[in-house]
């Protein structure tokens, strides 16, 4: 592991190779699913769509050492989703579902795609989750971010951002990313019991490097850099962020 620059709340872990962070982030999910199986019998986690997660959630299927991850026992829930089919390839759930879901021993009852093309998906999503997980406690979140500083569909100065009392919310609006979006919100991320920020290659150094200034300077402003509103510490959660050398701008010595 190399010693970041960056200054981030919580815990930074930073490798040269994706393998080596793959490892490290694998890691910690198997040992918080074993953790939790082995209190509740069961471990709920959120993971995210688009590119920088699916060689990960591929790494779960091949490795022979994350075939200990205890899938009979875990119930997987989506972060966010474009309001579009599950057929489309922009579904979240889509590419979920084809790296990971559909190569792993998970009942399928156990797998939650948000019901986006309902037309009140939100309640809908949320009350499955009251339902499964009364107290609003995911145990493992993977988040990924934006170049603009967004996580989930959480982008800067948006209606989602301001939510506090709903788990799942519908952001729209012109600062949105076409489509619309359905999203968890700040509440119920910030209650995991572990939440960990995946981000790499050089486009996110400058982002990166932003987010670090903003709490060197003891006031980030979320409404800006939704990331920054990340704080599963709050409720005696766990943040951290897995970063290769290329986003946490570290010149790799040859």
């Known amino acids: 592991m190399i010693e970041s620059p960056l200054k981030l709340p919580g815990i930074v872990i930073v490798q040269n190779e994706l393998d080596e962070l793959f490892d490290d982030l694998g890691g910690i999910l198997l040992n918080t699913a074993n953790d939790a199986v082995g209190k509740r019998n069961s471990c709920h986690i959120a993971l995210s769509g ?19 991850i205890p899938w009979h026992l875990m119930h997987i829930w989506i972060v966010d989703e474009r309001r579009v089919p599950e057929d489309d390839d922009k579904n979240n759930f889509k590419m979920i579902r084809e790296t990971l879901v559909d190569h792993v021993p998970i009942p399928k009852r156990n797998v939650h795609p948000m019901p986006v093309m309902d037309d009140d998906p939100a309640t809908s999503y949320e009350n499955d989750m009251r339902q499964l997980l009364p107290d609003g406690r995911l145990d493992f979140v993977l988040l990924g971010m934006g170049d603009d500083g967004h996580t989930a569909s959480l982008f800067p100065d948006t209606d989602a951002q301001f939510v506090e009392d709903k788990w799942i919310v519908v952001n729209s609006g012109p600062k949105v990313t076409p489509p619309d979006r359905v999203t968890m919100t700040y509440p ?30 003891g006031k980030p402003d979320p409404r800006k850099l939704p990331i920054t509103g990340i704080n599963p510490e709050m409720h005696n959660g766990e943040l951290l962020w897995f970063l290769d050398s290329l986003a946490a701008g570290i010149q790799v010595q040859m």
Not at 51 to 62: A, D, K, N, Q, W
Not at 195 to 206: D, F, M, S
């Open 50 to 68: 688009g590119s920088t997660p699916e060689p990960f959630y591929l790494r779960l299927v091949t490795d022979i050492r994350f075939r200990a």
């Open 188 to 217: 119920l991320l910030d209650a995991a019991g572990r939440i960990a920020v995946l981000a790499v290659g050089t486009k996110k150094a400058a982002m990166l490097q932003q987010v670090s200034d903003a709490f060197a300077t």
